[in-house]
């Protein structure tokens, strides 16, 4: 048994050190503002914590989206010089890439993901889509601004704009755009479309 107050002093210095860093590592991890948010009108919205290490910012319930999101007959419409409609499924059965990417909300967060899916540019290619056209993206969302999302063909033809299948690893949660979203490098996240419907080369 140590009785040596010295060692047993400096053990408790650390360990409480150590619980101190570890209760600041939380608080910081989980949202750096929370102790802001009760007080300061300016402060960044706190976003609605997620599945999938994600913020979600709109579930698909508030959207109404639901029953259309999870119809086994959903198809992603693809149109370029013809029009295709794919499956999920379908869509899976296509060369997949993977990329990490941010979502950047105006209201306040970004947080990095891991996404897999099919390049939009590869989805274009399938139907002679004029390679220099604008991409507009359609959500299932019935009305509002974020139904609908225009891209420049250097989104469109970027290698990492992805119509997203996966979320870190896992099929993408129902609040984070299943069957189906966008995800694009360096746009803000309101372009970001959840639950597509079709894909147009415009
Ligand atoms: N259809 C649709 N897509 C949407 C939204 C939405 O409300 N409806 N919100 C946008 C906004 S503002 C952001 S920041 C991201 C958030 O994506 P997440 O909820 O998967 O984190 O989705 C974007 N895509
Ligand atoms: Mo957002």
Request: neutral net charge; proline residues 6%.
């Amino acid at each position: 048994m140590s009785t040596d107050p010295d060692r047993t002093s400096r053990r408790g210095f650390f360990v409480t050190v150590g619980a101190a860093t570890a209760g600041l590592t939380v608080v910081t991890a989980g949202q750096s503002v929370a102790w802001l948010s009760g007080t300061n009108l300016f402060a960044p919205r706190e976003p609605r914590q997620g599945p999938q290490s994600l913020a979600v910012n709109r579930t698909a319930a508030a959207a109404g989206v639901e029953a259309l999101a999870t119809d086994p007959g959903w198809r992603l419409t693809v149109t370029g010089a013809r029009t295709v409609r794919l499956g999920r499924d379908e869509l899976l059965a296509l060369p997949q890439t993977s990329v990490t990417l941010p979502i950047a909300c105006v209201e306040g967060w970004s947080t990095s993901a891991d996404w897999a899916g099919v390049r939009v540019r590869d989805l274009l290619a399938l139907v002679d889509g004029d390679r220099g056209a604008p991409v507009r993206c359609t959500s299932l969302e019935p009305q509002g601004v974020y139904r609908t999302s225009d891209m420049g063909r250097e989104f469109a033809q970027d290698d990492r704009t992805l119509v997203a299948l996966r979320l870190n690893g896992e099929d993408l949660d129902l609040d984070h755009g299943f069957p189906a979203r966008l995800i694009a490098p360096a746009r803000p996240g309101v372009r970001q479309t959840k639950w597509l419907t079709s894909v147009e080369a415009v």
